[in-house]
């Protein structure tokens, strides 16, 4: 069990906008910035947002990331077919134990 | 540019013990500002953060494998090492190496991965 909390997957049609819901709690999500990471089939992660809201440069605008309390979002608008893959959401814990969690991720089907 | 190459045995036997080395090129593993990190994923699982180190020799590690899992640093050699001991079949996974930014707190490098086998 994740400590961060993403639906396992989530499908679209090209054009579409989607968006991904991570859950997390107050020790992570409600006093940390949000990350998220796309992970191309056979392929290692990347970095995709970082504090909550930025891209790295390289990253198209189609991608945007939200925080509300500690629940965190990432949007993709424009889908495309080279969006197909999973995505995973991280941050920093402070709770009892200090540590990086991740989401159980979200296999983004593109239909 | 920072580059990351994971190296060691793809297969281990049961209860013996997992190493594995993460070579770091194009930049210097003693600069501030980062810590190196281990990052594991079972097959058809989610991501596992294993634990990090600064070049200083600071560690943190995963509450779940901090008995069984040791992270060291050769600034020398640009390296940083993973150990896991009592390896079981449950470790049997993918495993990158990568850069945490600390002013950020993100992953913003990693290693293309070595999937390690526990099998006897």
């Known amino acids: 069990q994740s400590v961060l909390i993403q639906p396992p997957s989530a499908s679209g049609t090209p054009g579409q906008r989607i968006t991904i819901s991570c859950s997390g709690s107050?020790?992570?999500?409600?006093?940390?910035?949000v990350n998220w990471y796309q992970q191309l089939p056979g392929r290692a992660p990347q970095l995709l947002i970082y504090s909550t809201d930025q891209r790295p440069s390289g990253v198209p605008d189609r991608f945007s990331g939200s925080k509300s309390g500690t629940s965190a979002s990432l949007a993709i608008s424009g889908l495309q077919s080279e969006d197909e893959a999973d995505y995973y959401c991280?941050?920093?814990?402070?709770?009892?134990?200090?540590?990086?969690?991740f989401g159980g991720g979200t296999k983004l089907t593109v239909l | 540019q920072v580059q990351l190459q994971e190296s060691g045995p793809g297969l281990v036997k049961p209860s013996q013990t997992l190493s594995l080395t993460c070579t770091v090129s194009?930049?210097?593993?003693?600069?501030?500002?980062?810590?190196w990190s281990w990052i594991r994923q079972q097959p058809g699982k989610g991501l596992e953060w294993i634990g990090y180190i600064y070049f200083s020799g600071s560690t943190y590690y995963n509450p779940s494998l901090q008995s069984l899992v040791s992270i060291s640093v050769d600034t020398s050699k640009t390296q940083f090492s993973l150990r896991l001991n009592s390896v079981t079949a449950a470790d049997t996974a993918v495993y990158y190496c990568?850069?945490?930014?600390?002013?950020?707190?993100?992953?913003?490098?990693w290693g293309q991965g070595t999937t390690v086998t526990v099998s006897s």
């Open positions: 107050t020790s992570n999500i409600g006093s940390n910035t």
């Open positions: 194009g930049g210097s593993i003693n600069s501030g500002g980062y810590y």
């Open positions: 990568a850069r945490f930014n600390m002013v950020h707190q993100h992953l913003d490098v």
């Open positions: 991280s941050a920093w814990d402070d709770g009892l134990n200090v540590y990086v969690v």
